[in-house]
């Protein structure tokens, strides 16, 4: 799908492709209201030029931003923010408290993402994470809500995919920035206008009853429009979280059976994917999607391989409390 690296949406709302992995897979957000402006997620370094380059198009000073709402610090979410900060004379970092000693002092968040990819990948991915000065950082409480130009925005802690995840509600506007705690959607399942969306867990910190609790709060402010990294905006919402709360719950005996079936190790993991695999195809198929299973798998196989490891964890960790 040929979309363009900006996409406009109401309110001063853009989603700016941030270049990371492939074309329209993670969007920073771009807020304008007022003369000033805020960045939702920023990618990693290497997206820097592209989030620049958004301001330049839209006749924005590089000093009129305030703010960059991180939703976690994940890294294709937070990875440039040191880099960012360097070229925003004016920018304040905005955080969940879990998240914020890691952008000030990144090396154990470094440390957690290199055990995942491998050094090679890392360095493929993301680079030199640079730190931001702590006097520019600002923890949020749950519920704080912090102004853009008198335009109100309300943080929500919303763990399940991460501790260190908030959502950021647009309060007169009706929408919801909502990082990864309300899955991915990418523009290339879309069918007829109808949109697609799959949970994420996250490598490490999946809480299948904390999801679904942060999926609930998200609706409960009725918004019209939900804003996700991955990518772009869902207007489709009732849908949607029906179809997430069902996933997370099918995810989970997905784990449980495979877990049953084989001890831990490359057996357990191999049917785990496969059977993600096959569930993310069932739906496809009822959606209506028309690709071919290799183009799926194309656009899918970094997501698979991500909520395996999520939910093995996750199962190993719920299975050792026990």
């Known amino acids: 799908m040929n979309l363009p690296a900006l996409v406009d949406y109401p309110a001063g709302i853009t989603a700016v492709d941030t270049g990371y992995v492939r074309p329209h897979f993670d969007a920073a957000h771009l807020i304008v209201h007022g003369g000033r402006a805020a960045f939702v997620d920023c990618g990693t370094n290497s997206s820097v030029p592209h989030l620049l380059a958004a301001l330049e198009a839209k006749g924005l000073a590089r000093d009129c931003v305030d703010y960059l ?72 409480t749950d519920g704080q809500r912090l102004e853009l130009a008198g335009r109100p925005f309300e943080f929500i802690h919303t763990p399940g995919h991460a501790g260190h995840h908030h959502c950021i509600v647009d309060v ?3 929408g919801v920035f909502t990082g990864d705690t309300f899955g991915v959607s990418y523009r290339d399942f879309d069918v007829e206008g109808r949109t697609f969306v799959l949970a994420t867990t996250s490598p490490v910190q999946f809480d299948p009853e904390a999801m679904k609790a942060s999926l609930a709060r998200i609706v409960s402010y009725e918004p019209h429009s939900l804003f996700l990294t991955h990518y772009g905006r869902l207007t489709e919402i009732a849908r949607h979280h029906m179809e997430l709360n069902e996933e997370v719950d099918a995810l989970c005996r997905y784990t449980r059976a495979a877990a049953a079936a084989h001890p831990k190790g490359a057996e357990r993991t191999a049917a785990l994917e496969a059977a993600l695999a096959a569930h993310y195809h069932a739906r496809l198929d009822a959606h209506g999607d028309r690709h071919t299973v290799a183009e799926r798998y194309a656009v899918l196989a970094m997501d698979a391989q991500l909520n395996a490891q999520g939910l093995e964890i996750w199962f190993e960790r719920t299975e050792q409390a026990r």
Do not use: C, S
Not at 74 to 102: C, F, M, S, Y
Not at 113 to 136: F, N, W
């Open 172 to 174: 007169e506007h009706g």
């Open 69 to 140: 709402f991180l939703t976690h610090i994940h890294l294709d979410h937070a990875g440039g923010a040191g880099l960012l900060a360097q070229q925003l004379p004016n920018l304040k970092v905005v955080v969940h408290p879990r998240g914020a000693q890691h952008m000030a002092t990144p090396e154990k968040l470094i440390a957690g993402v290199k055990a995942v990819y491998g050094e090679e990948h890392y360095r493929e991915l993301y680079g030199e994470i640079l730190p931001v000065p702590a006097e520019r950082i600002i923890a949020t």
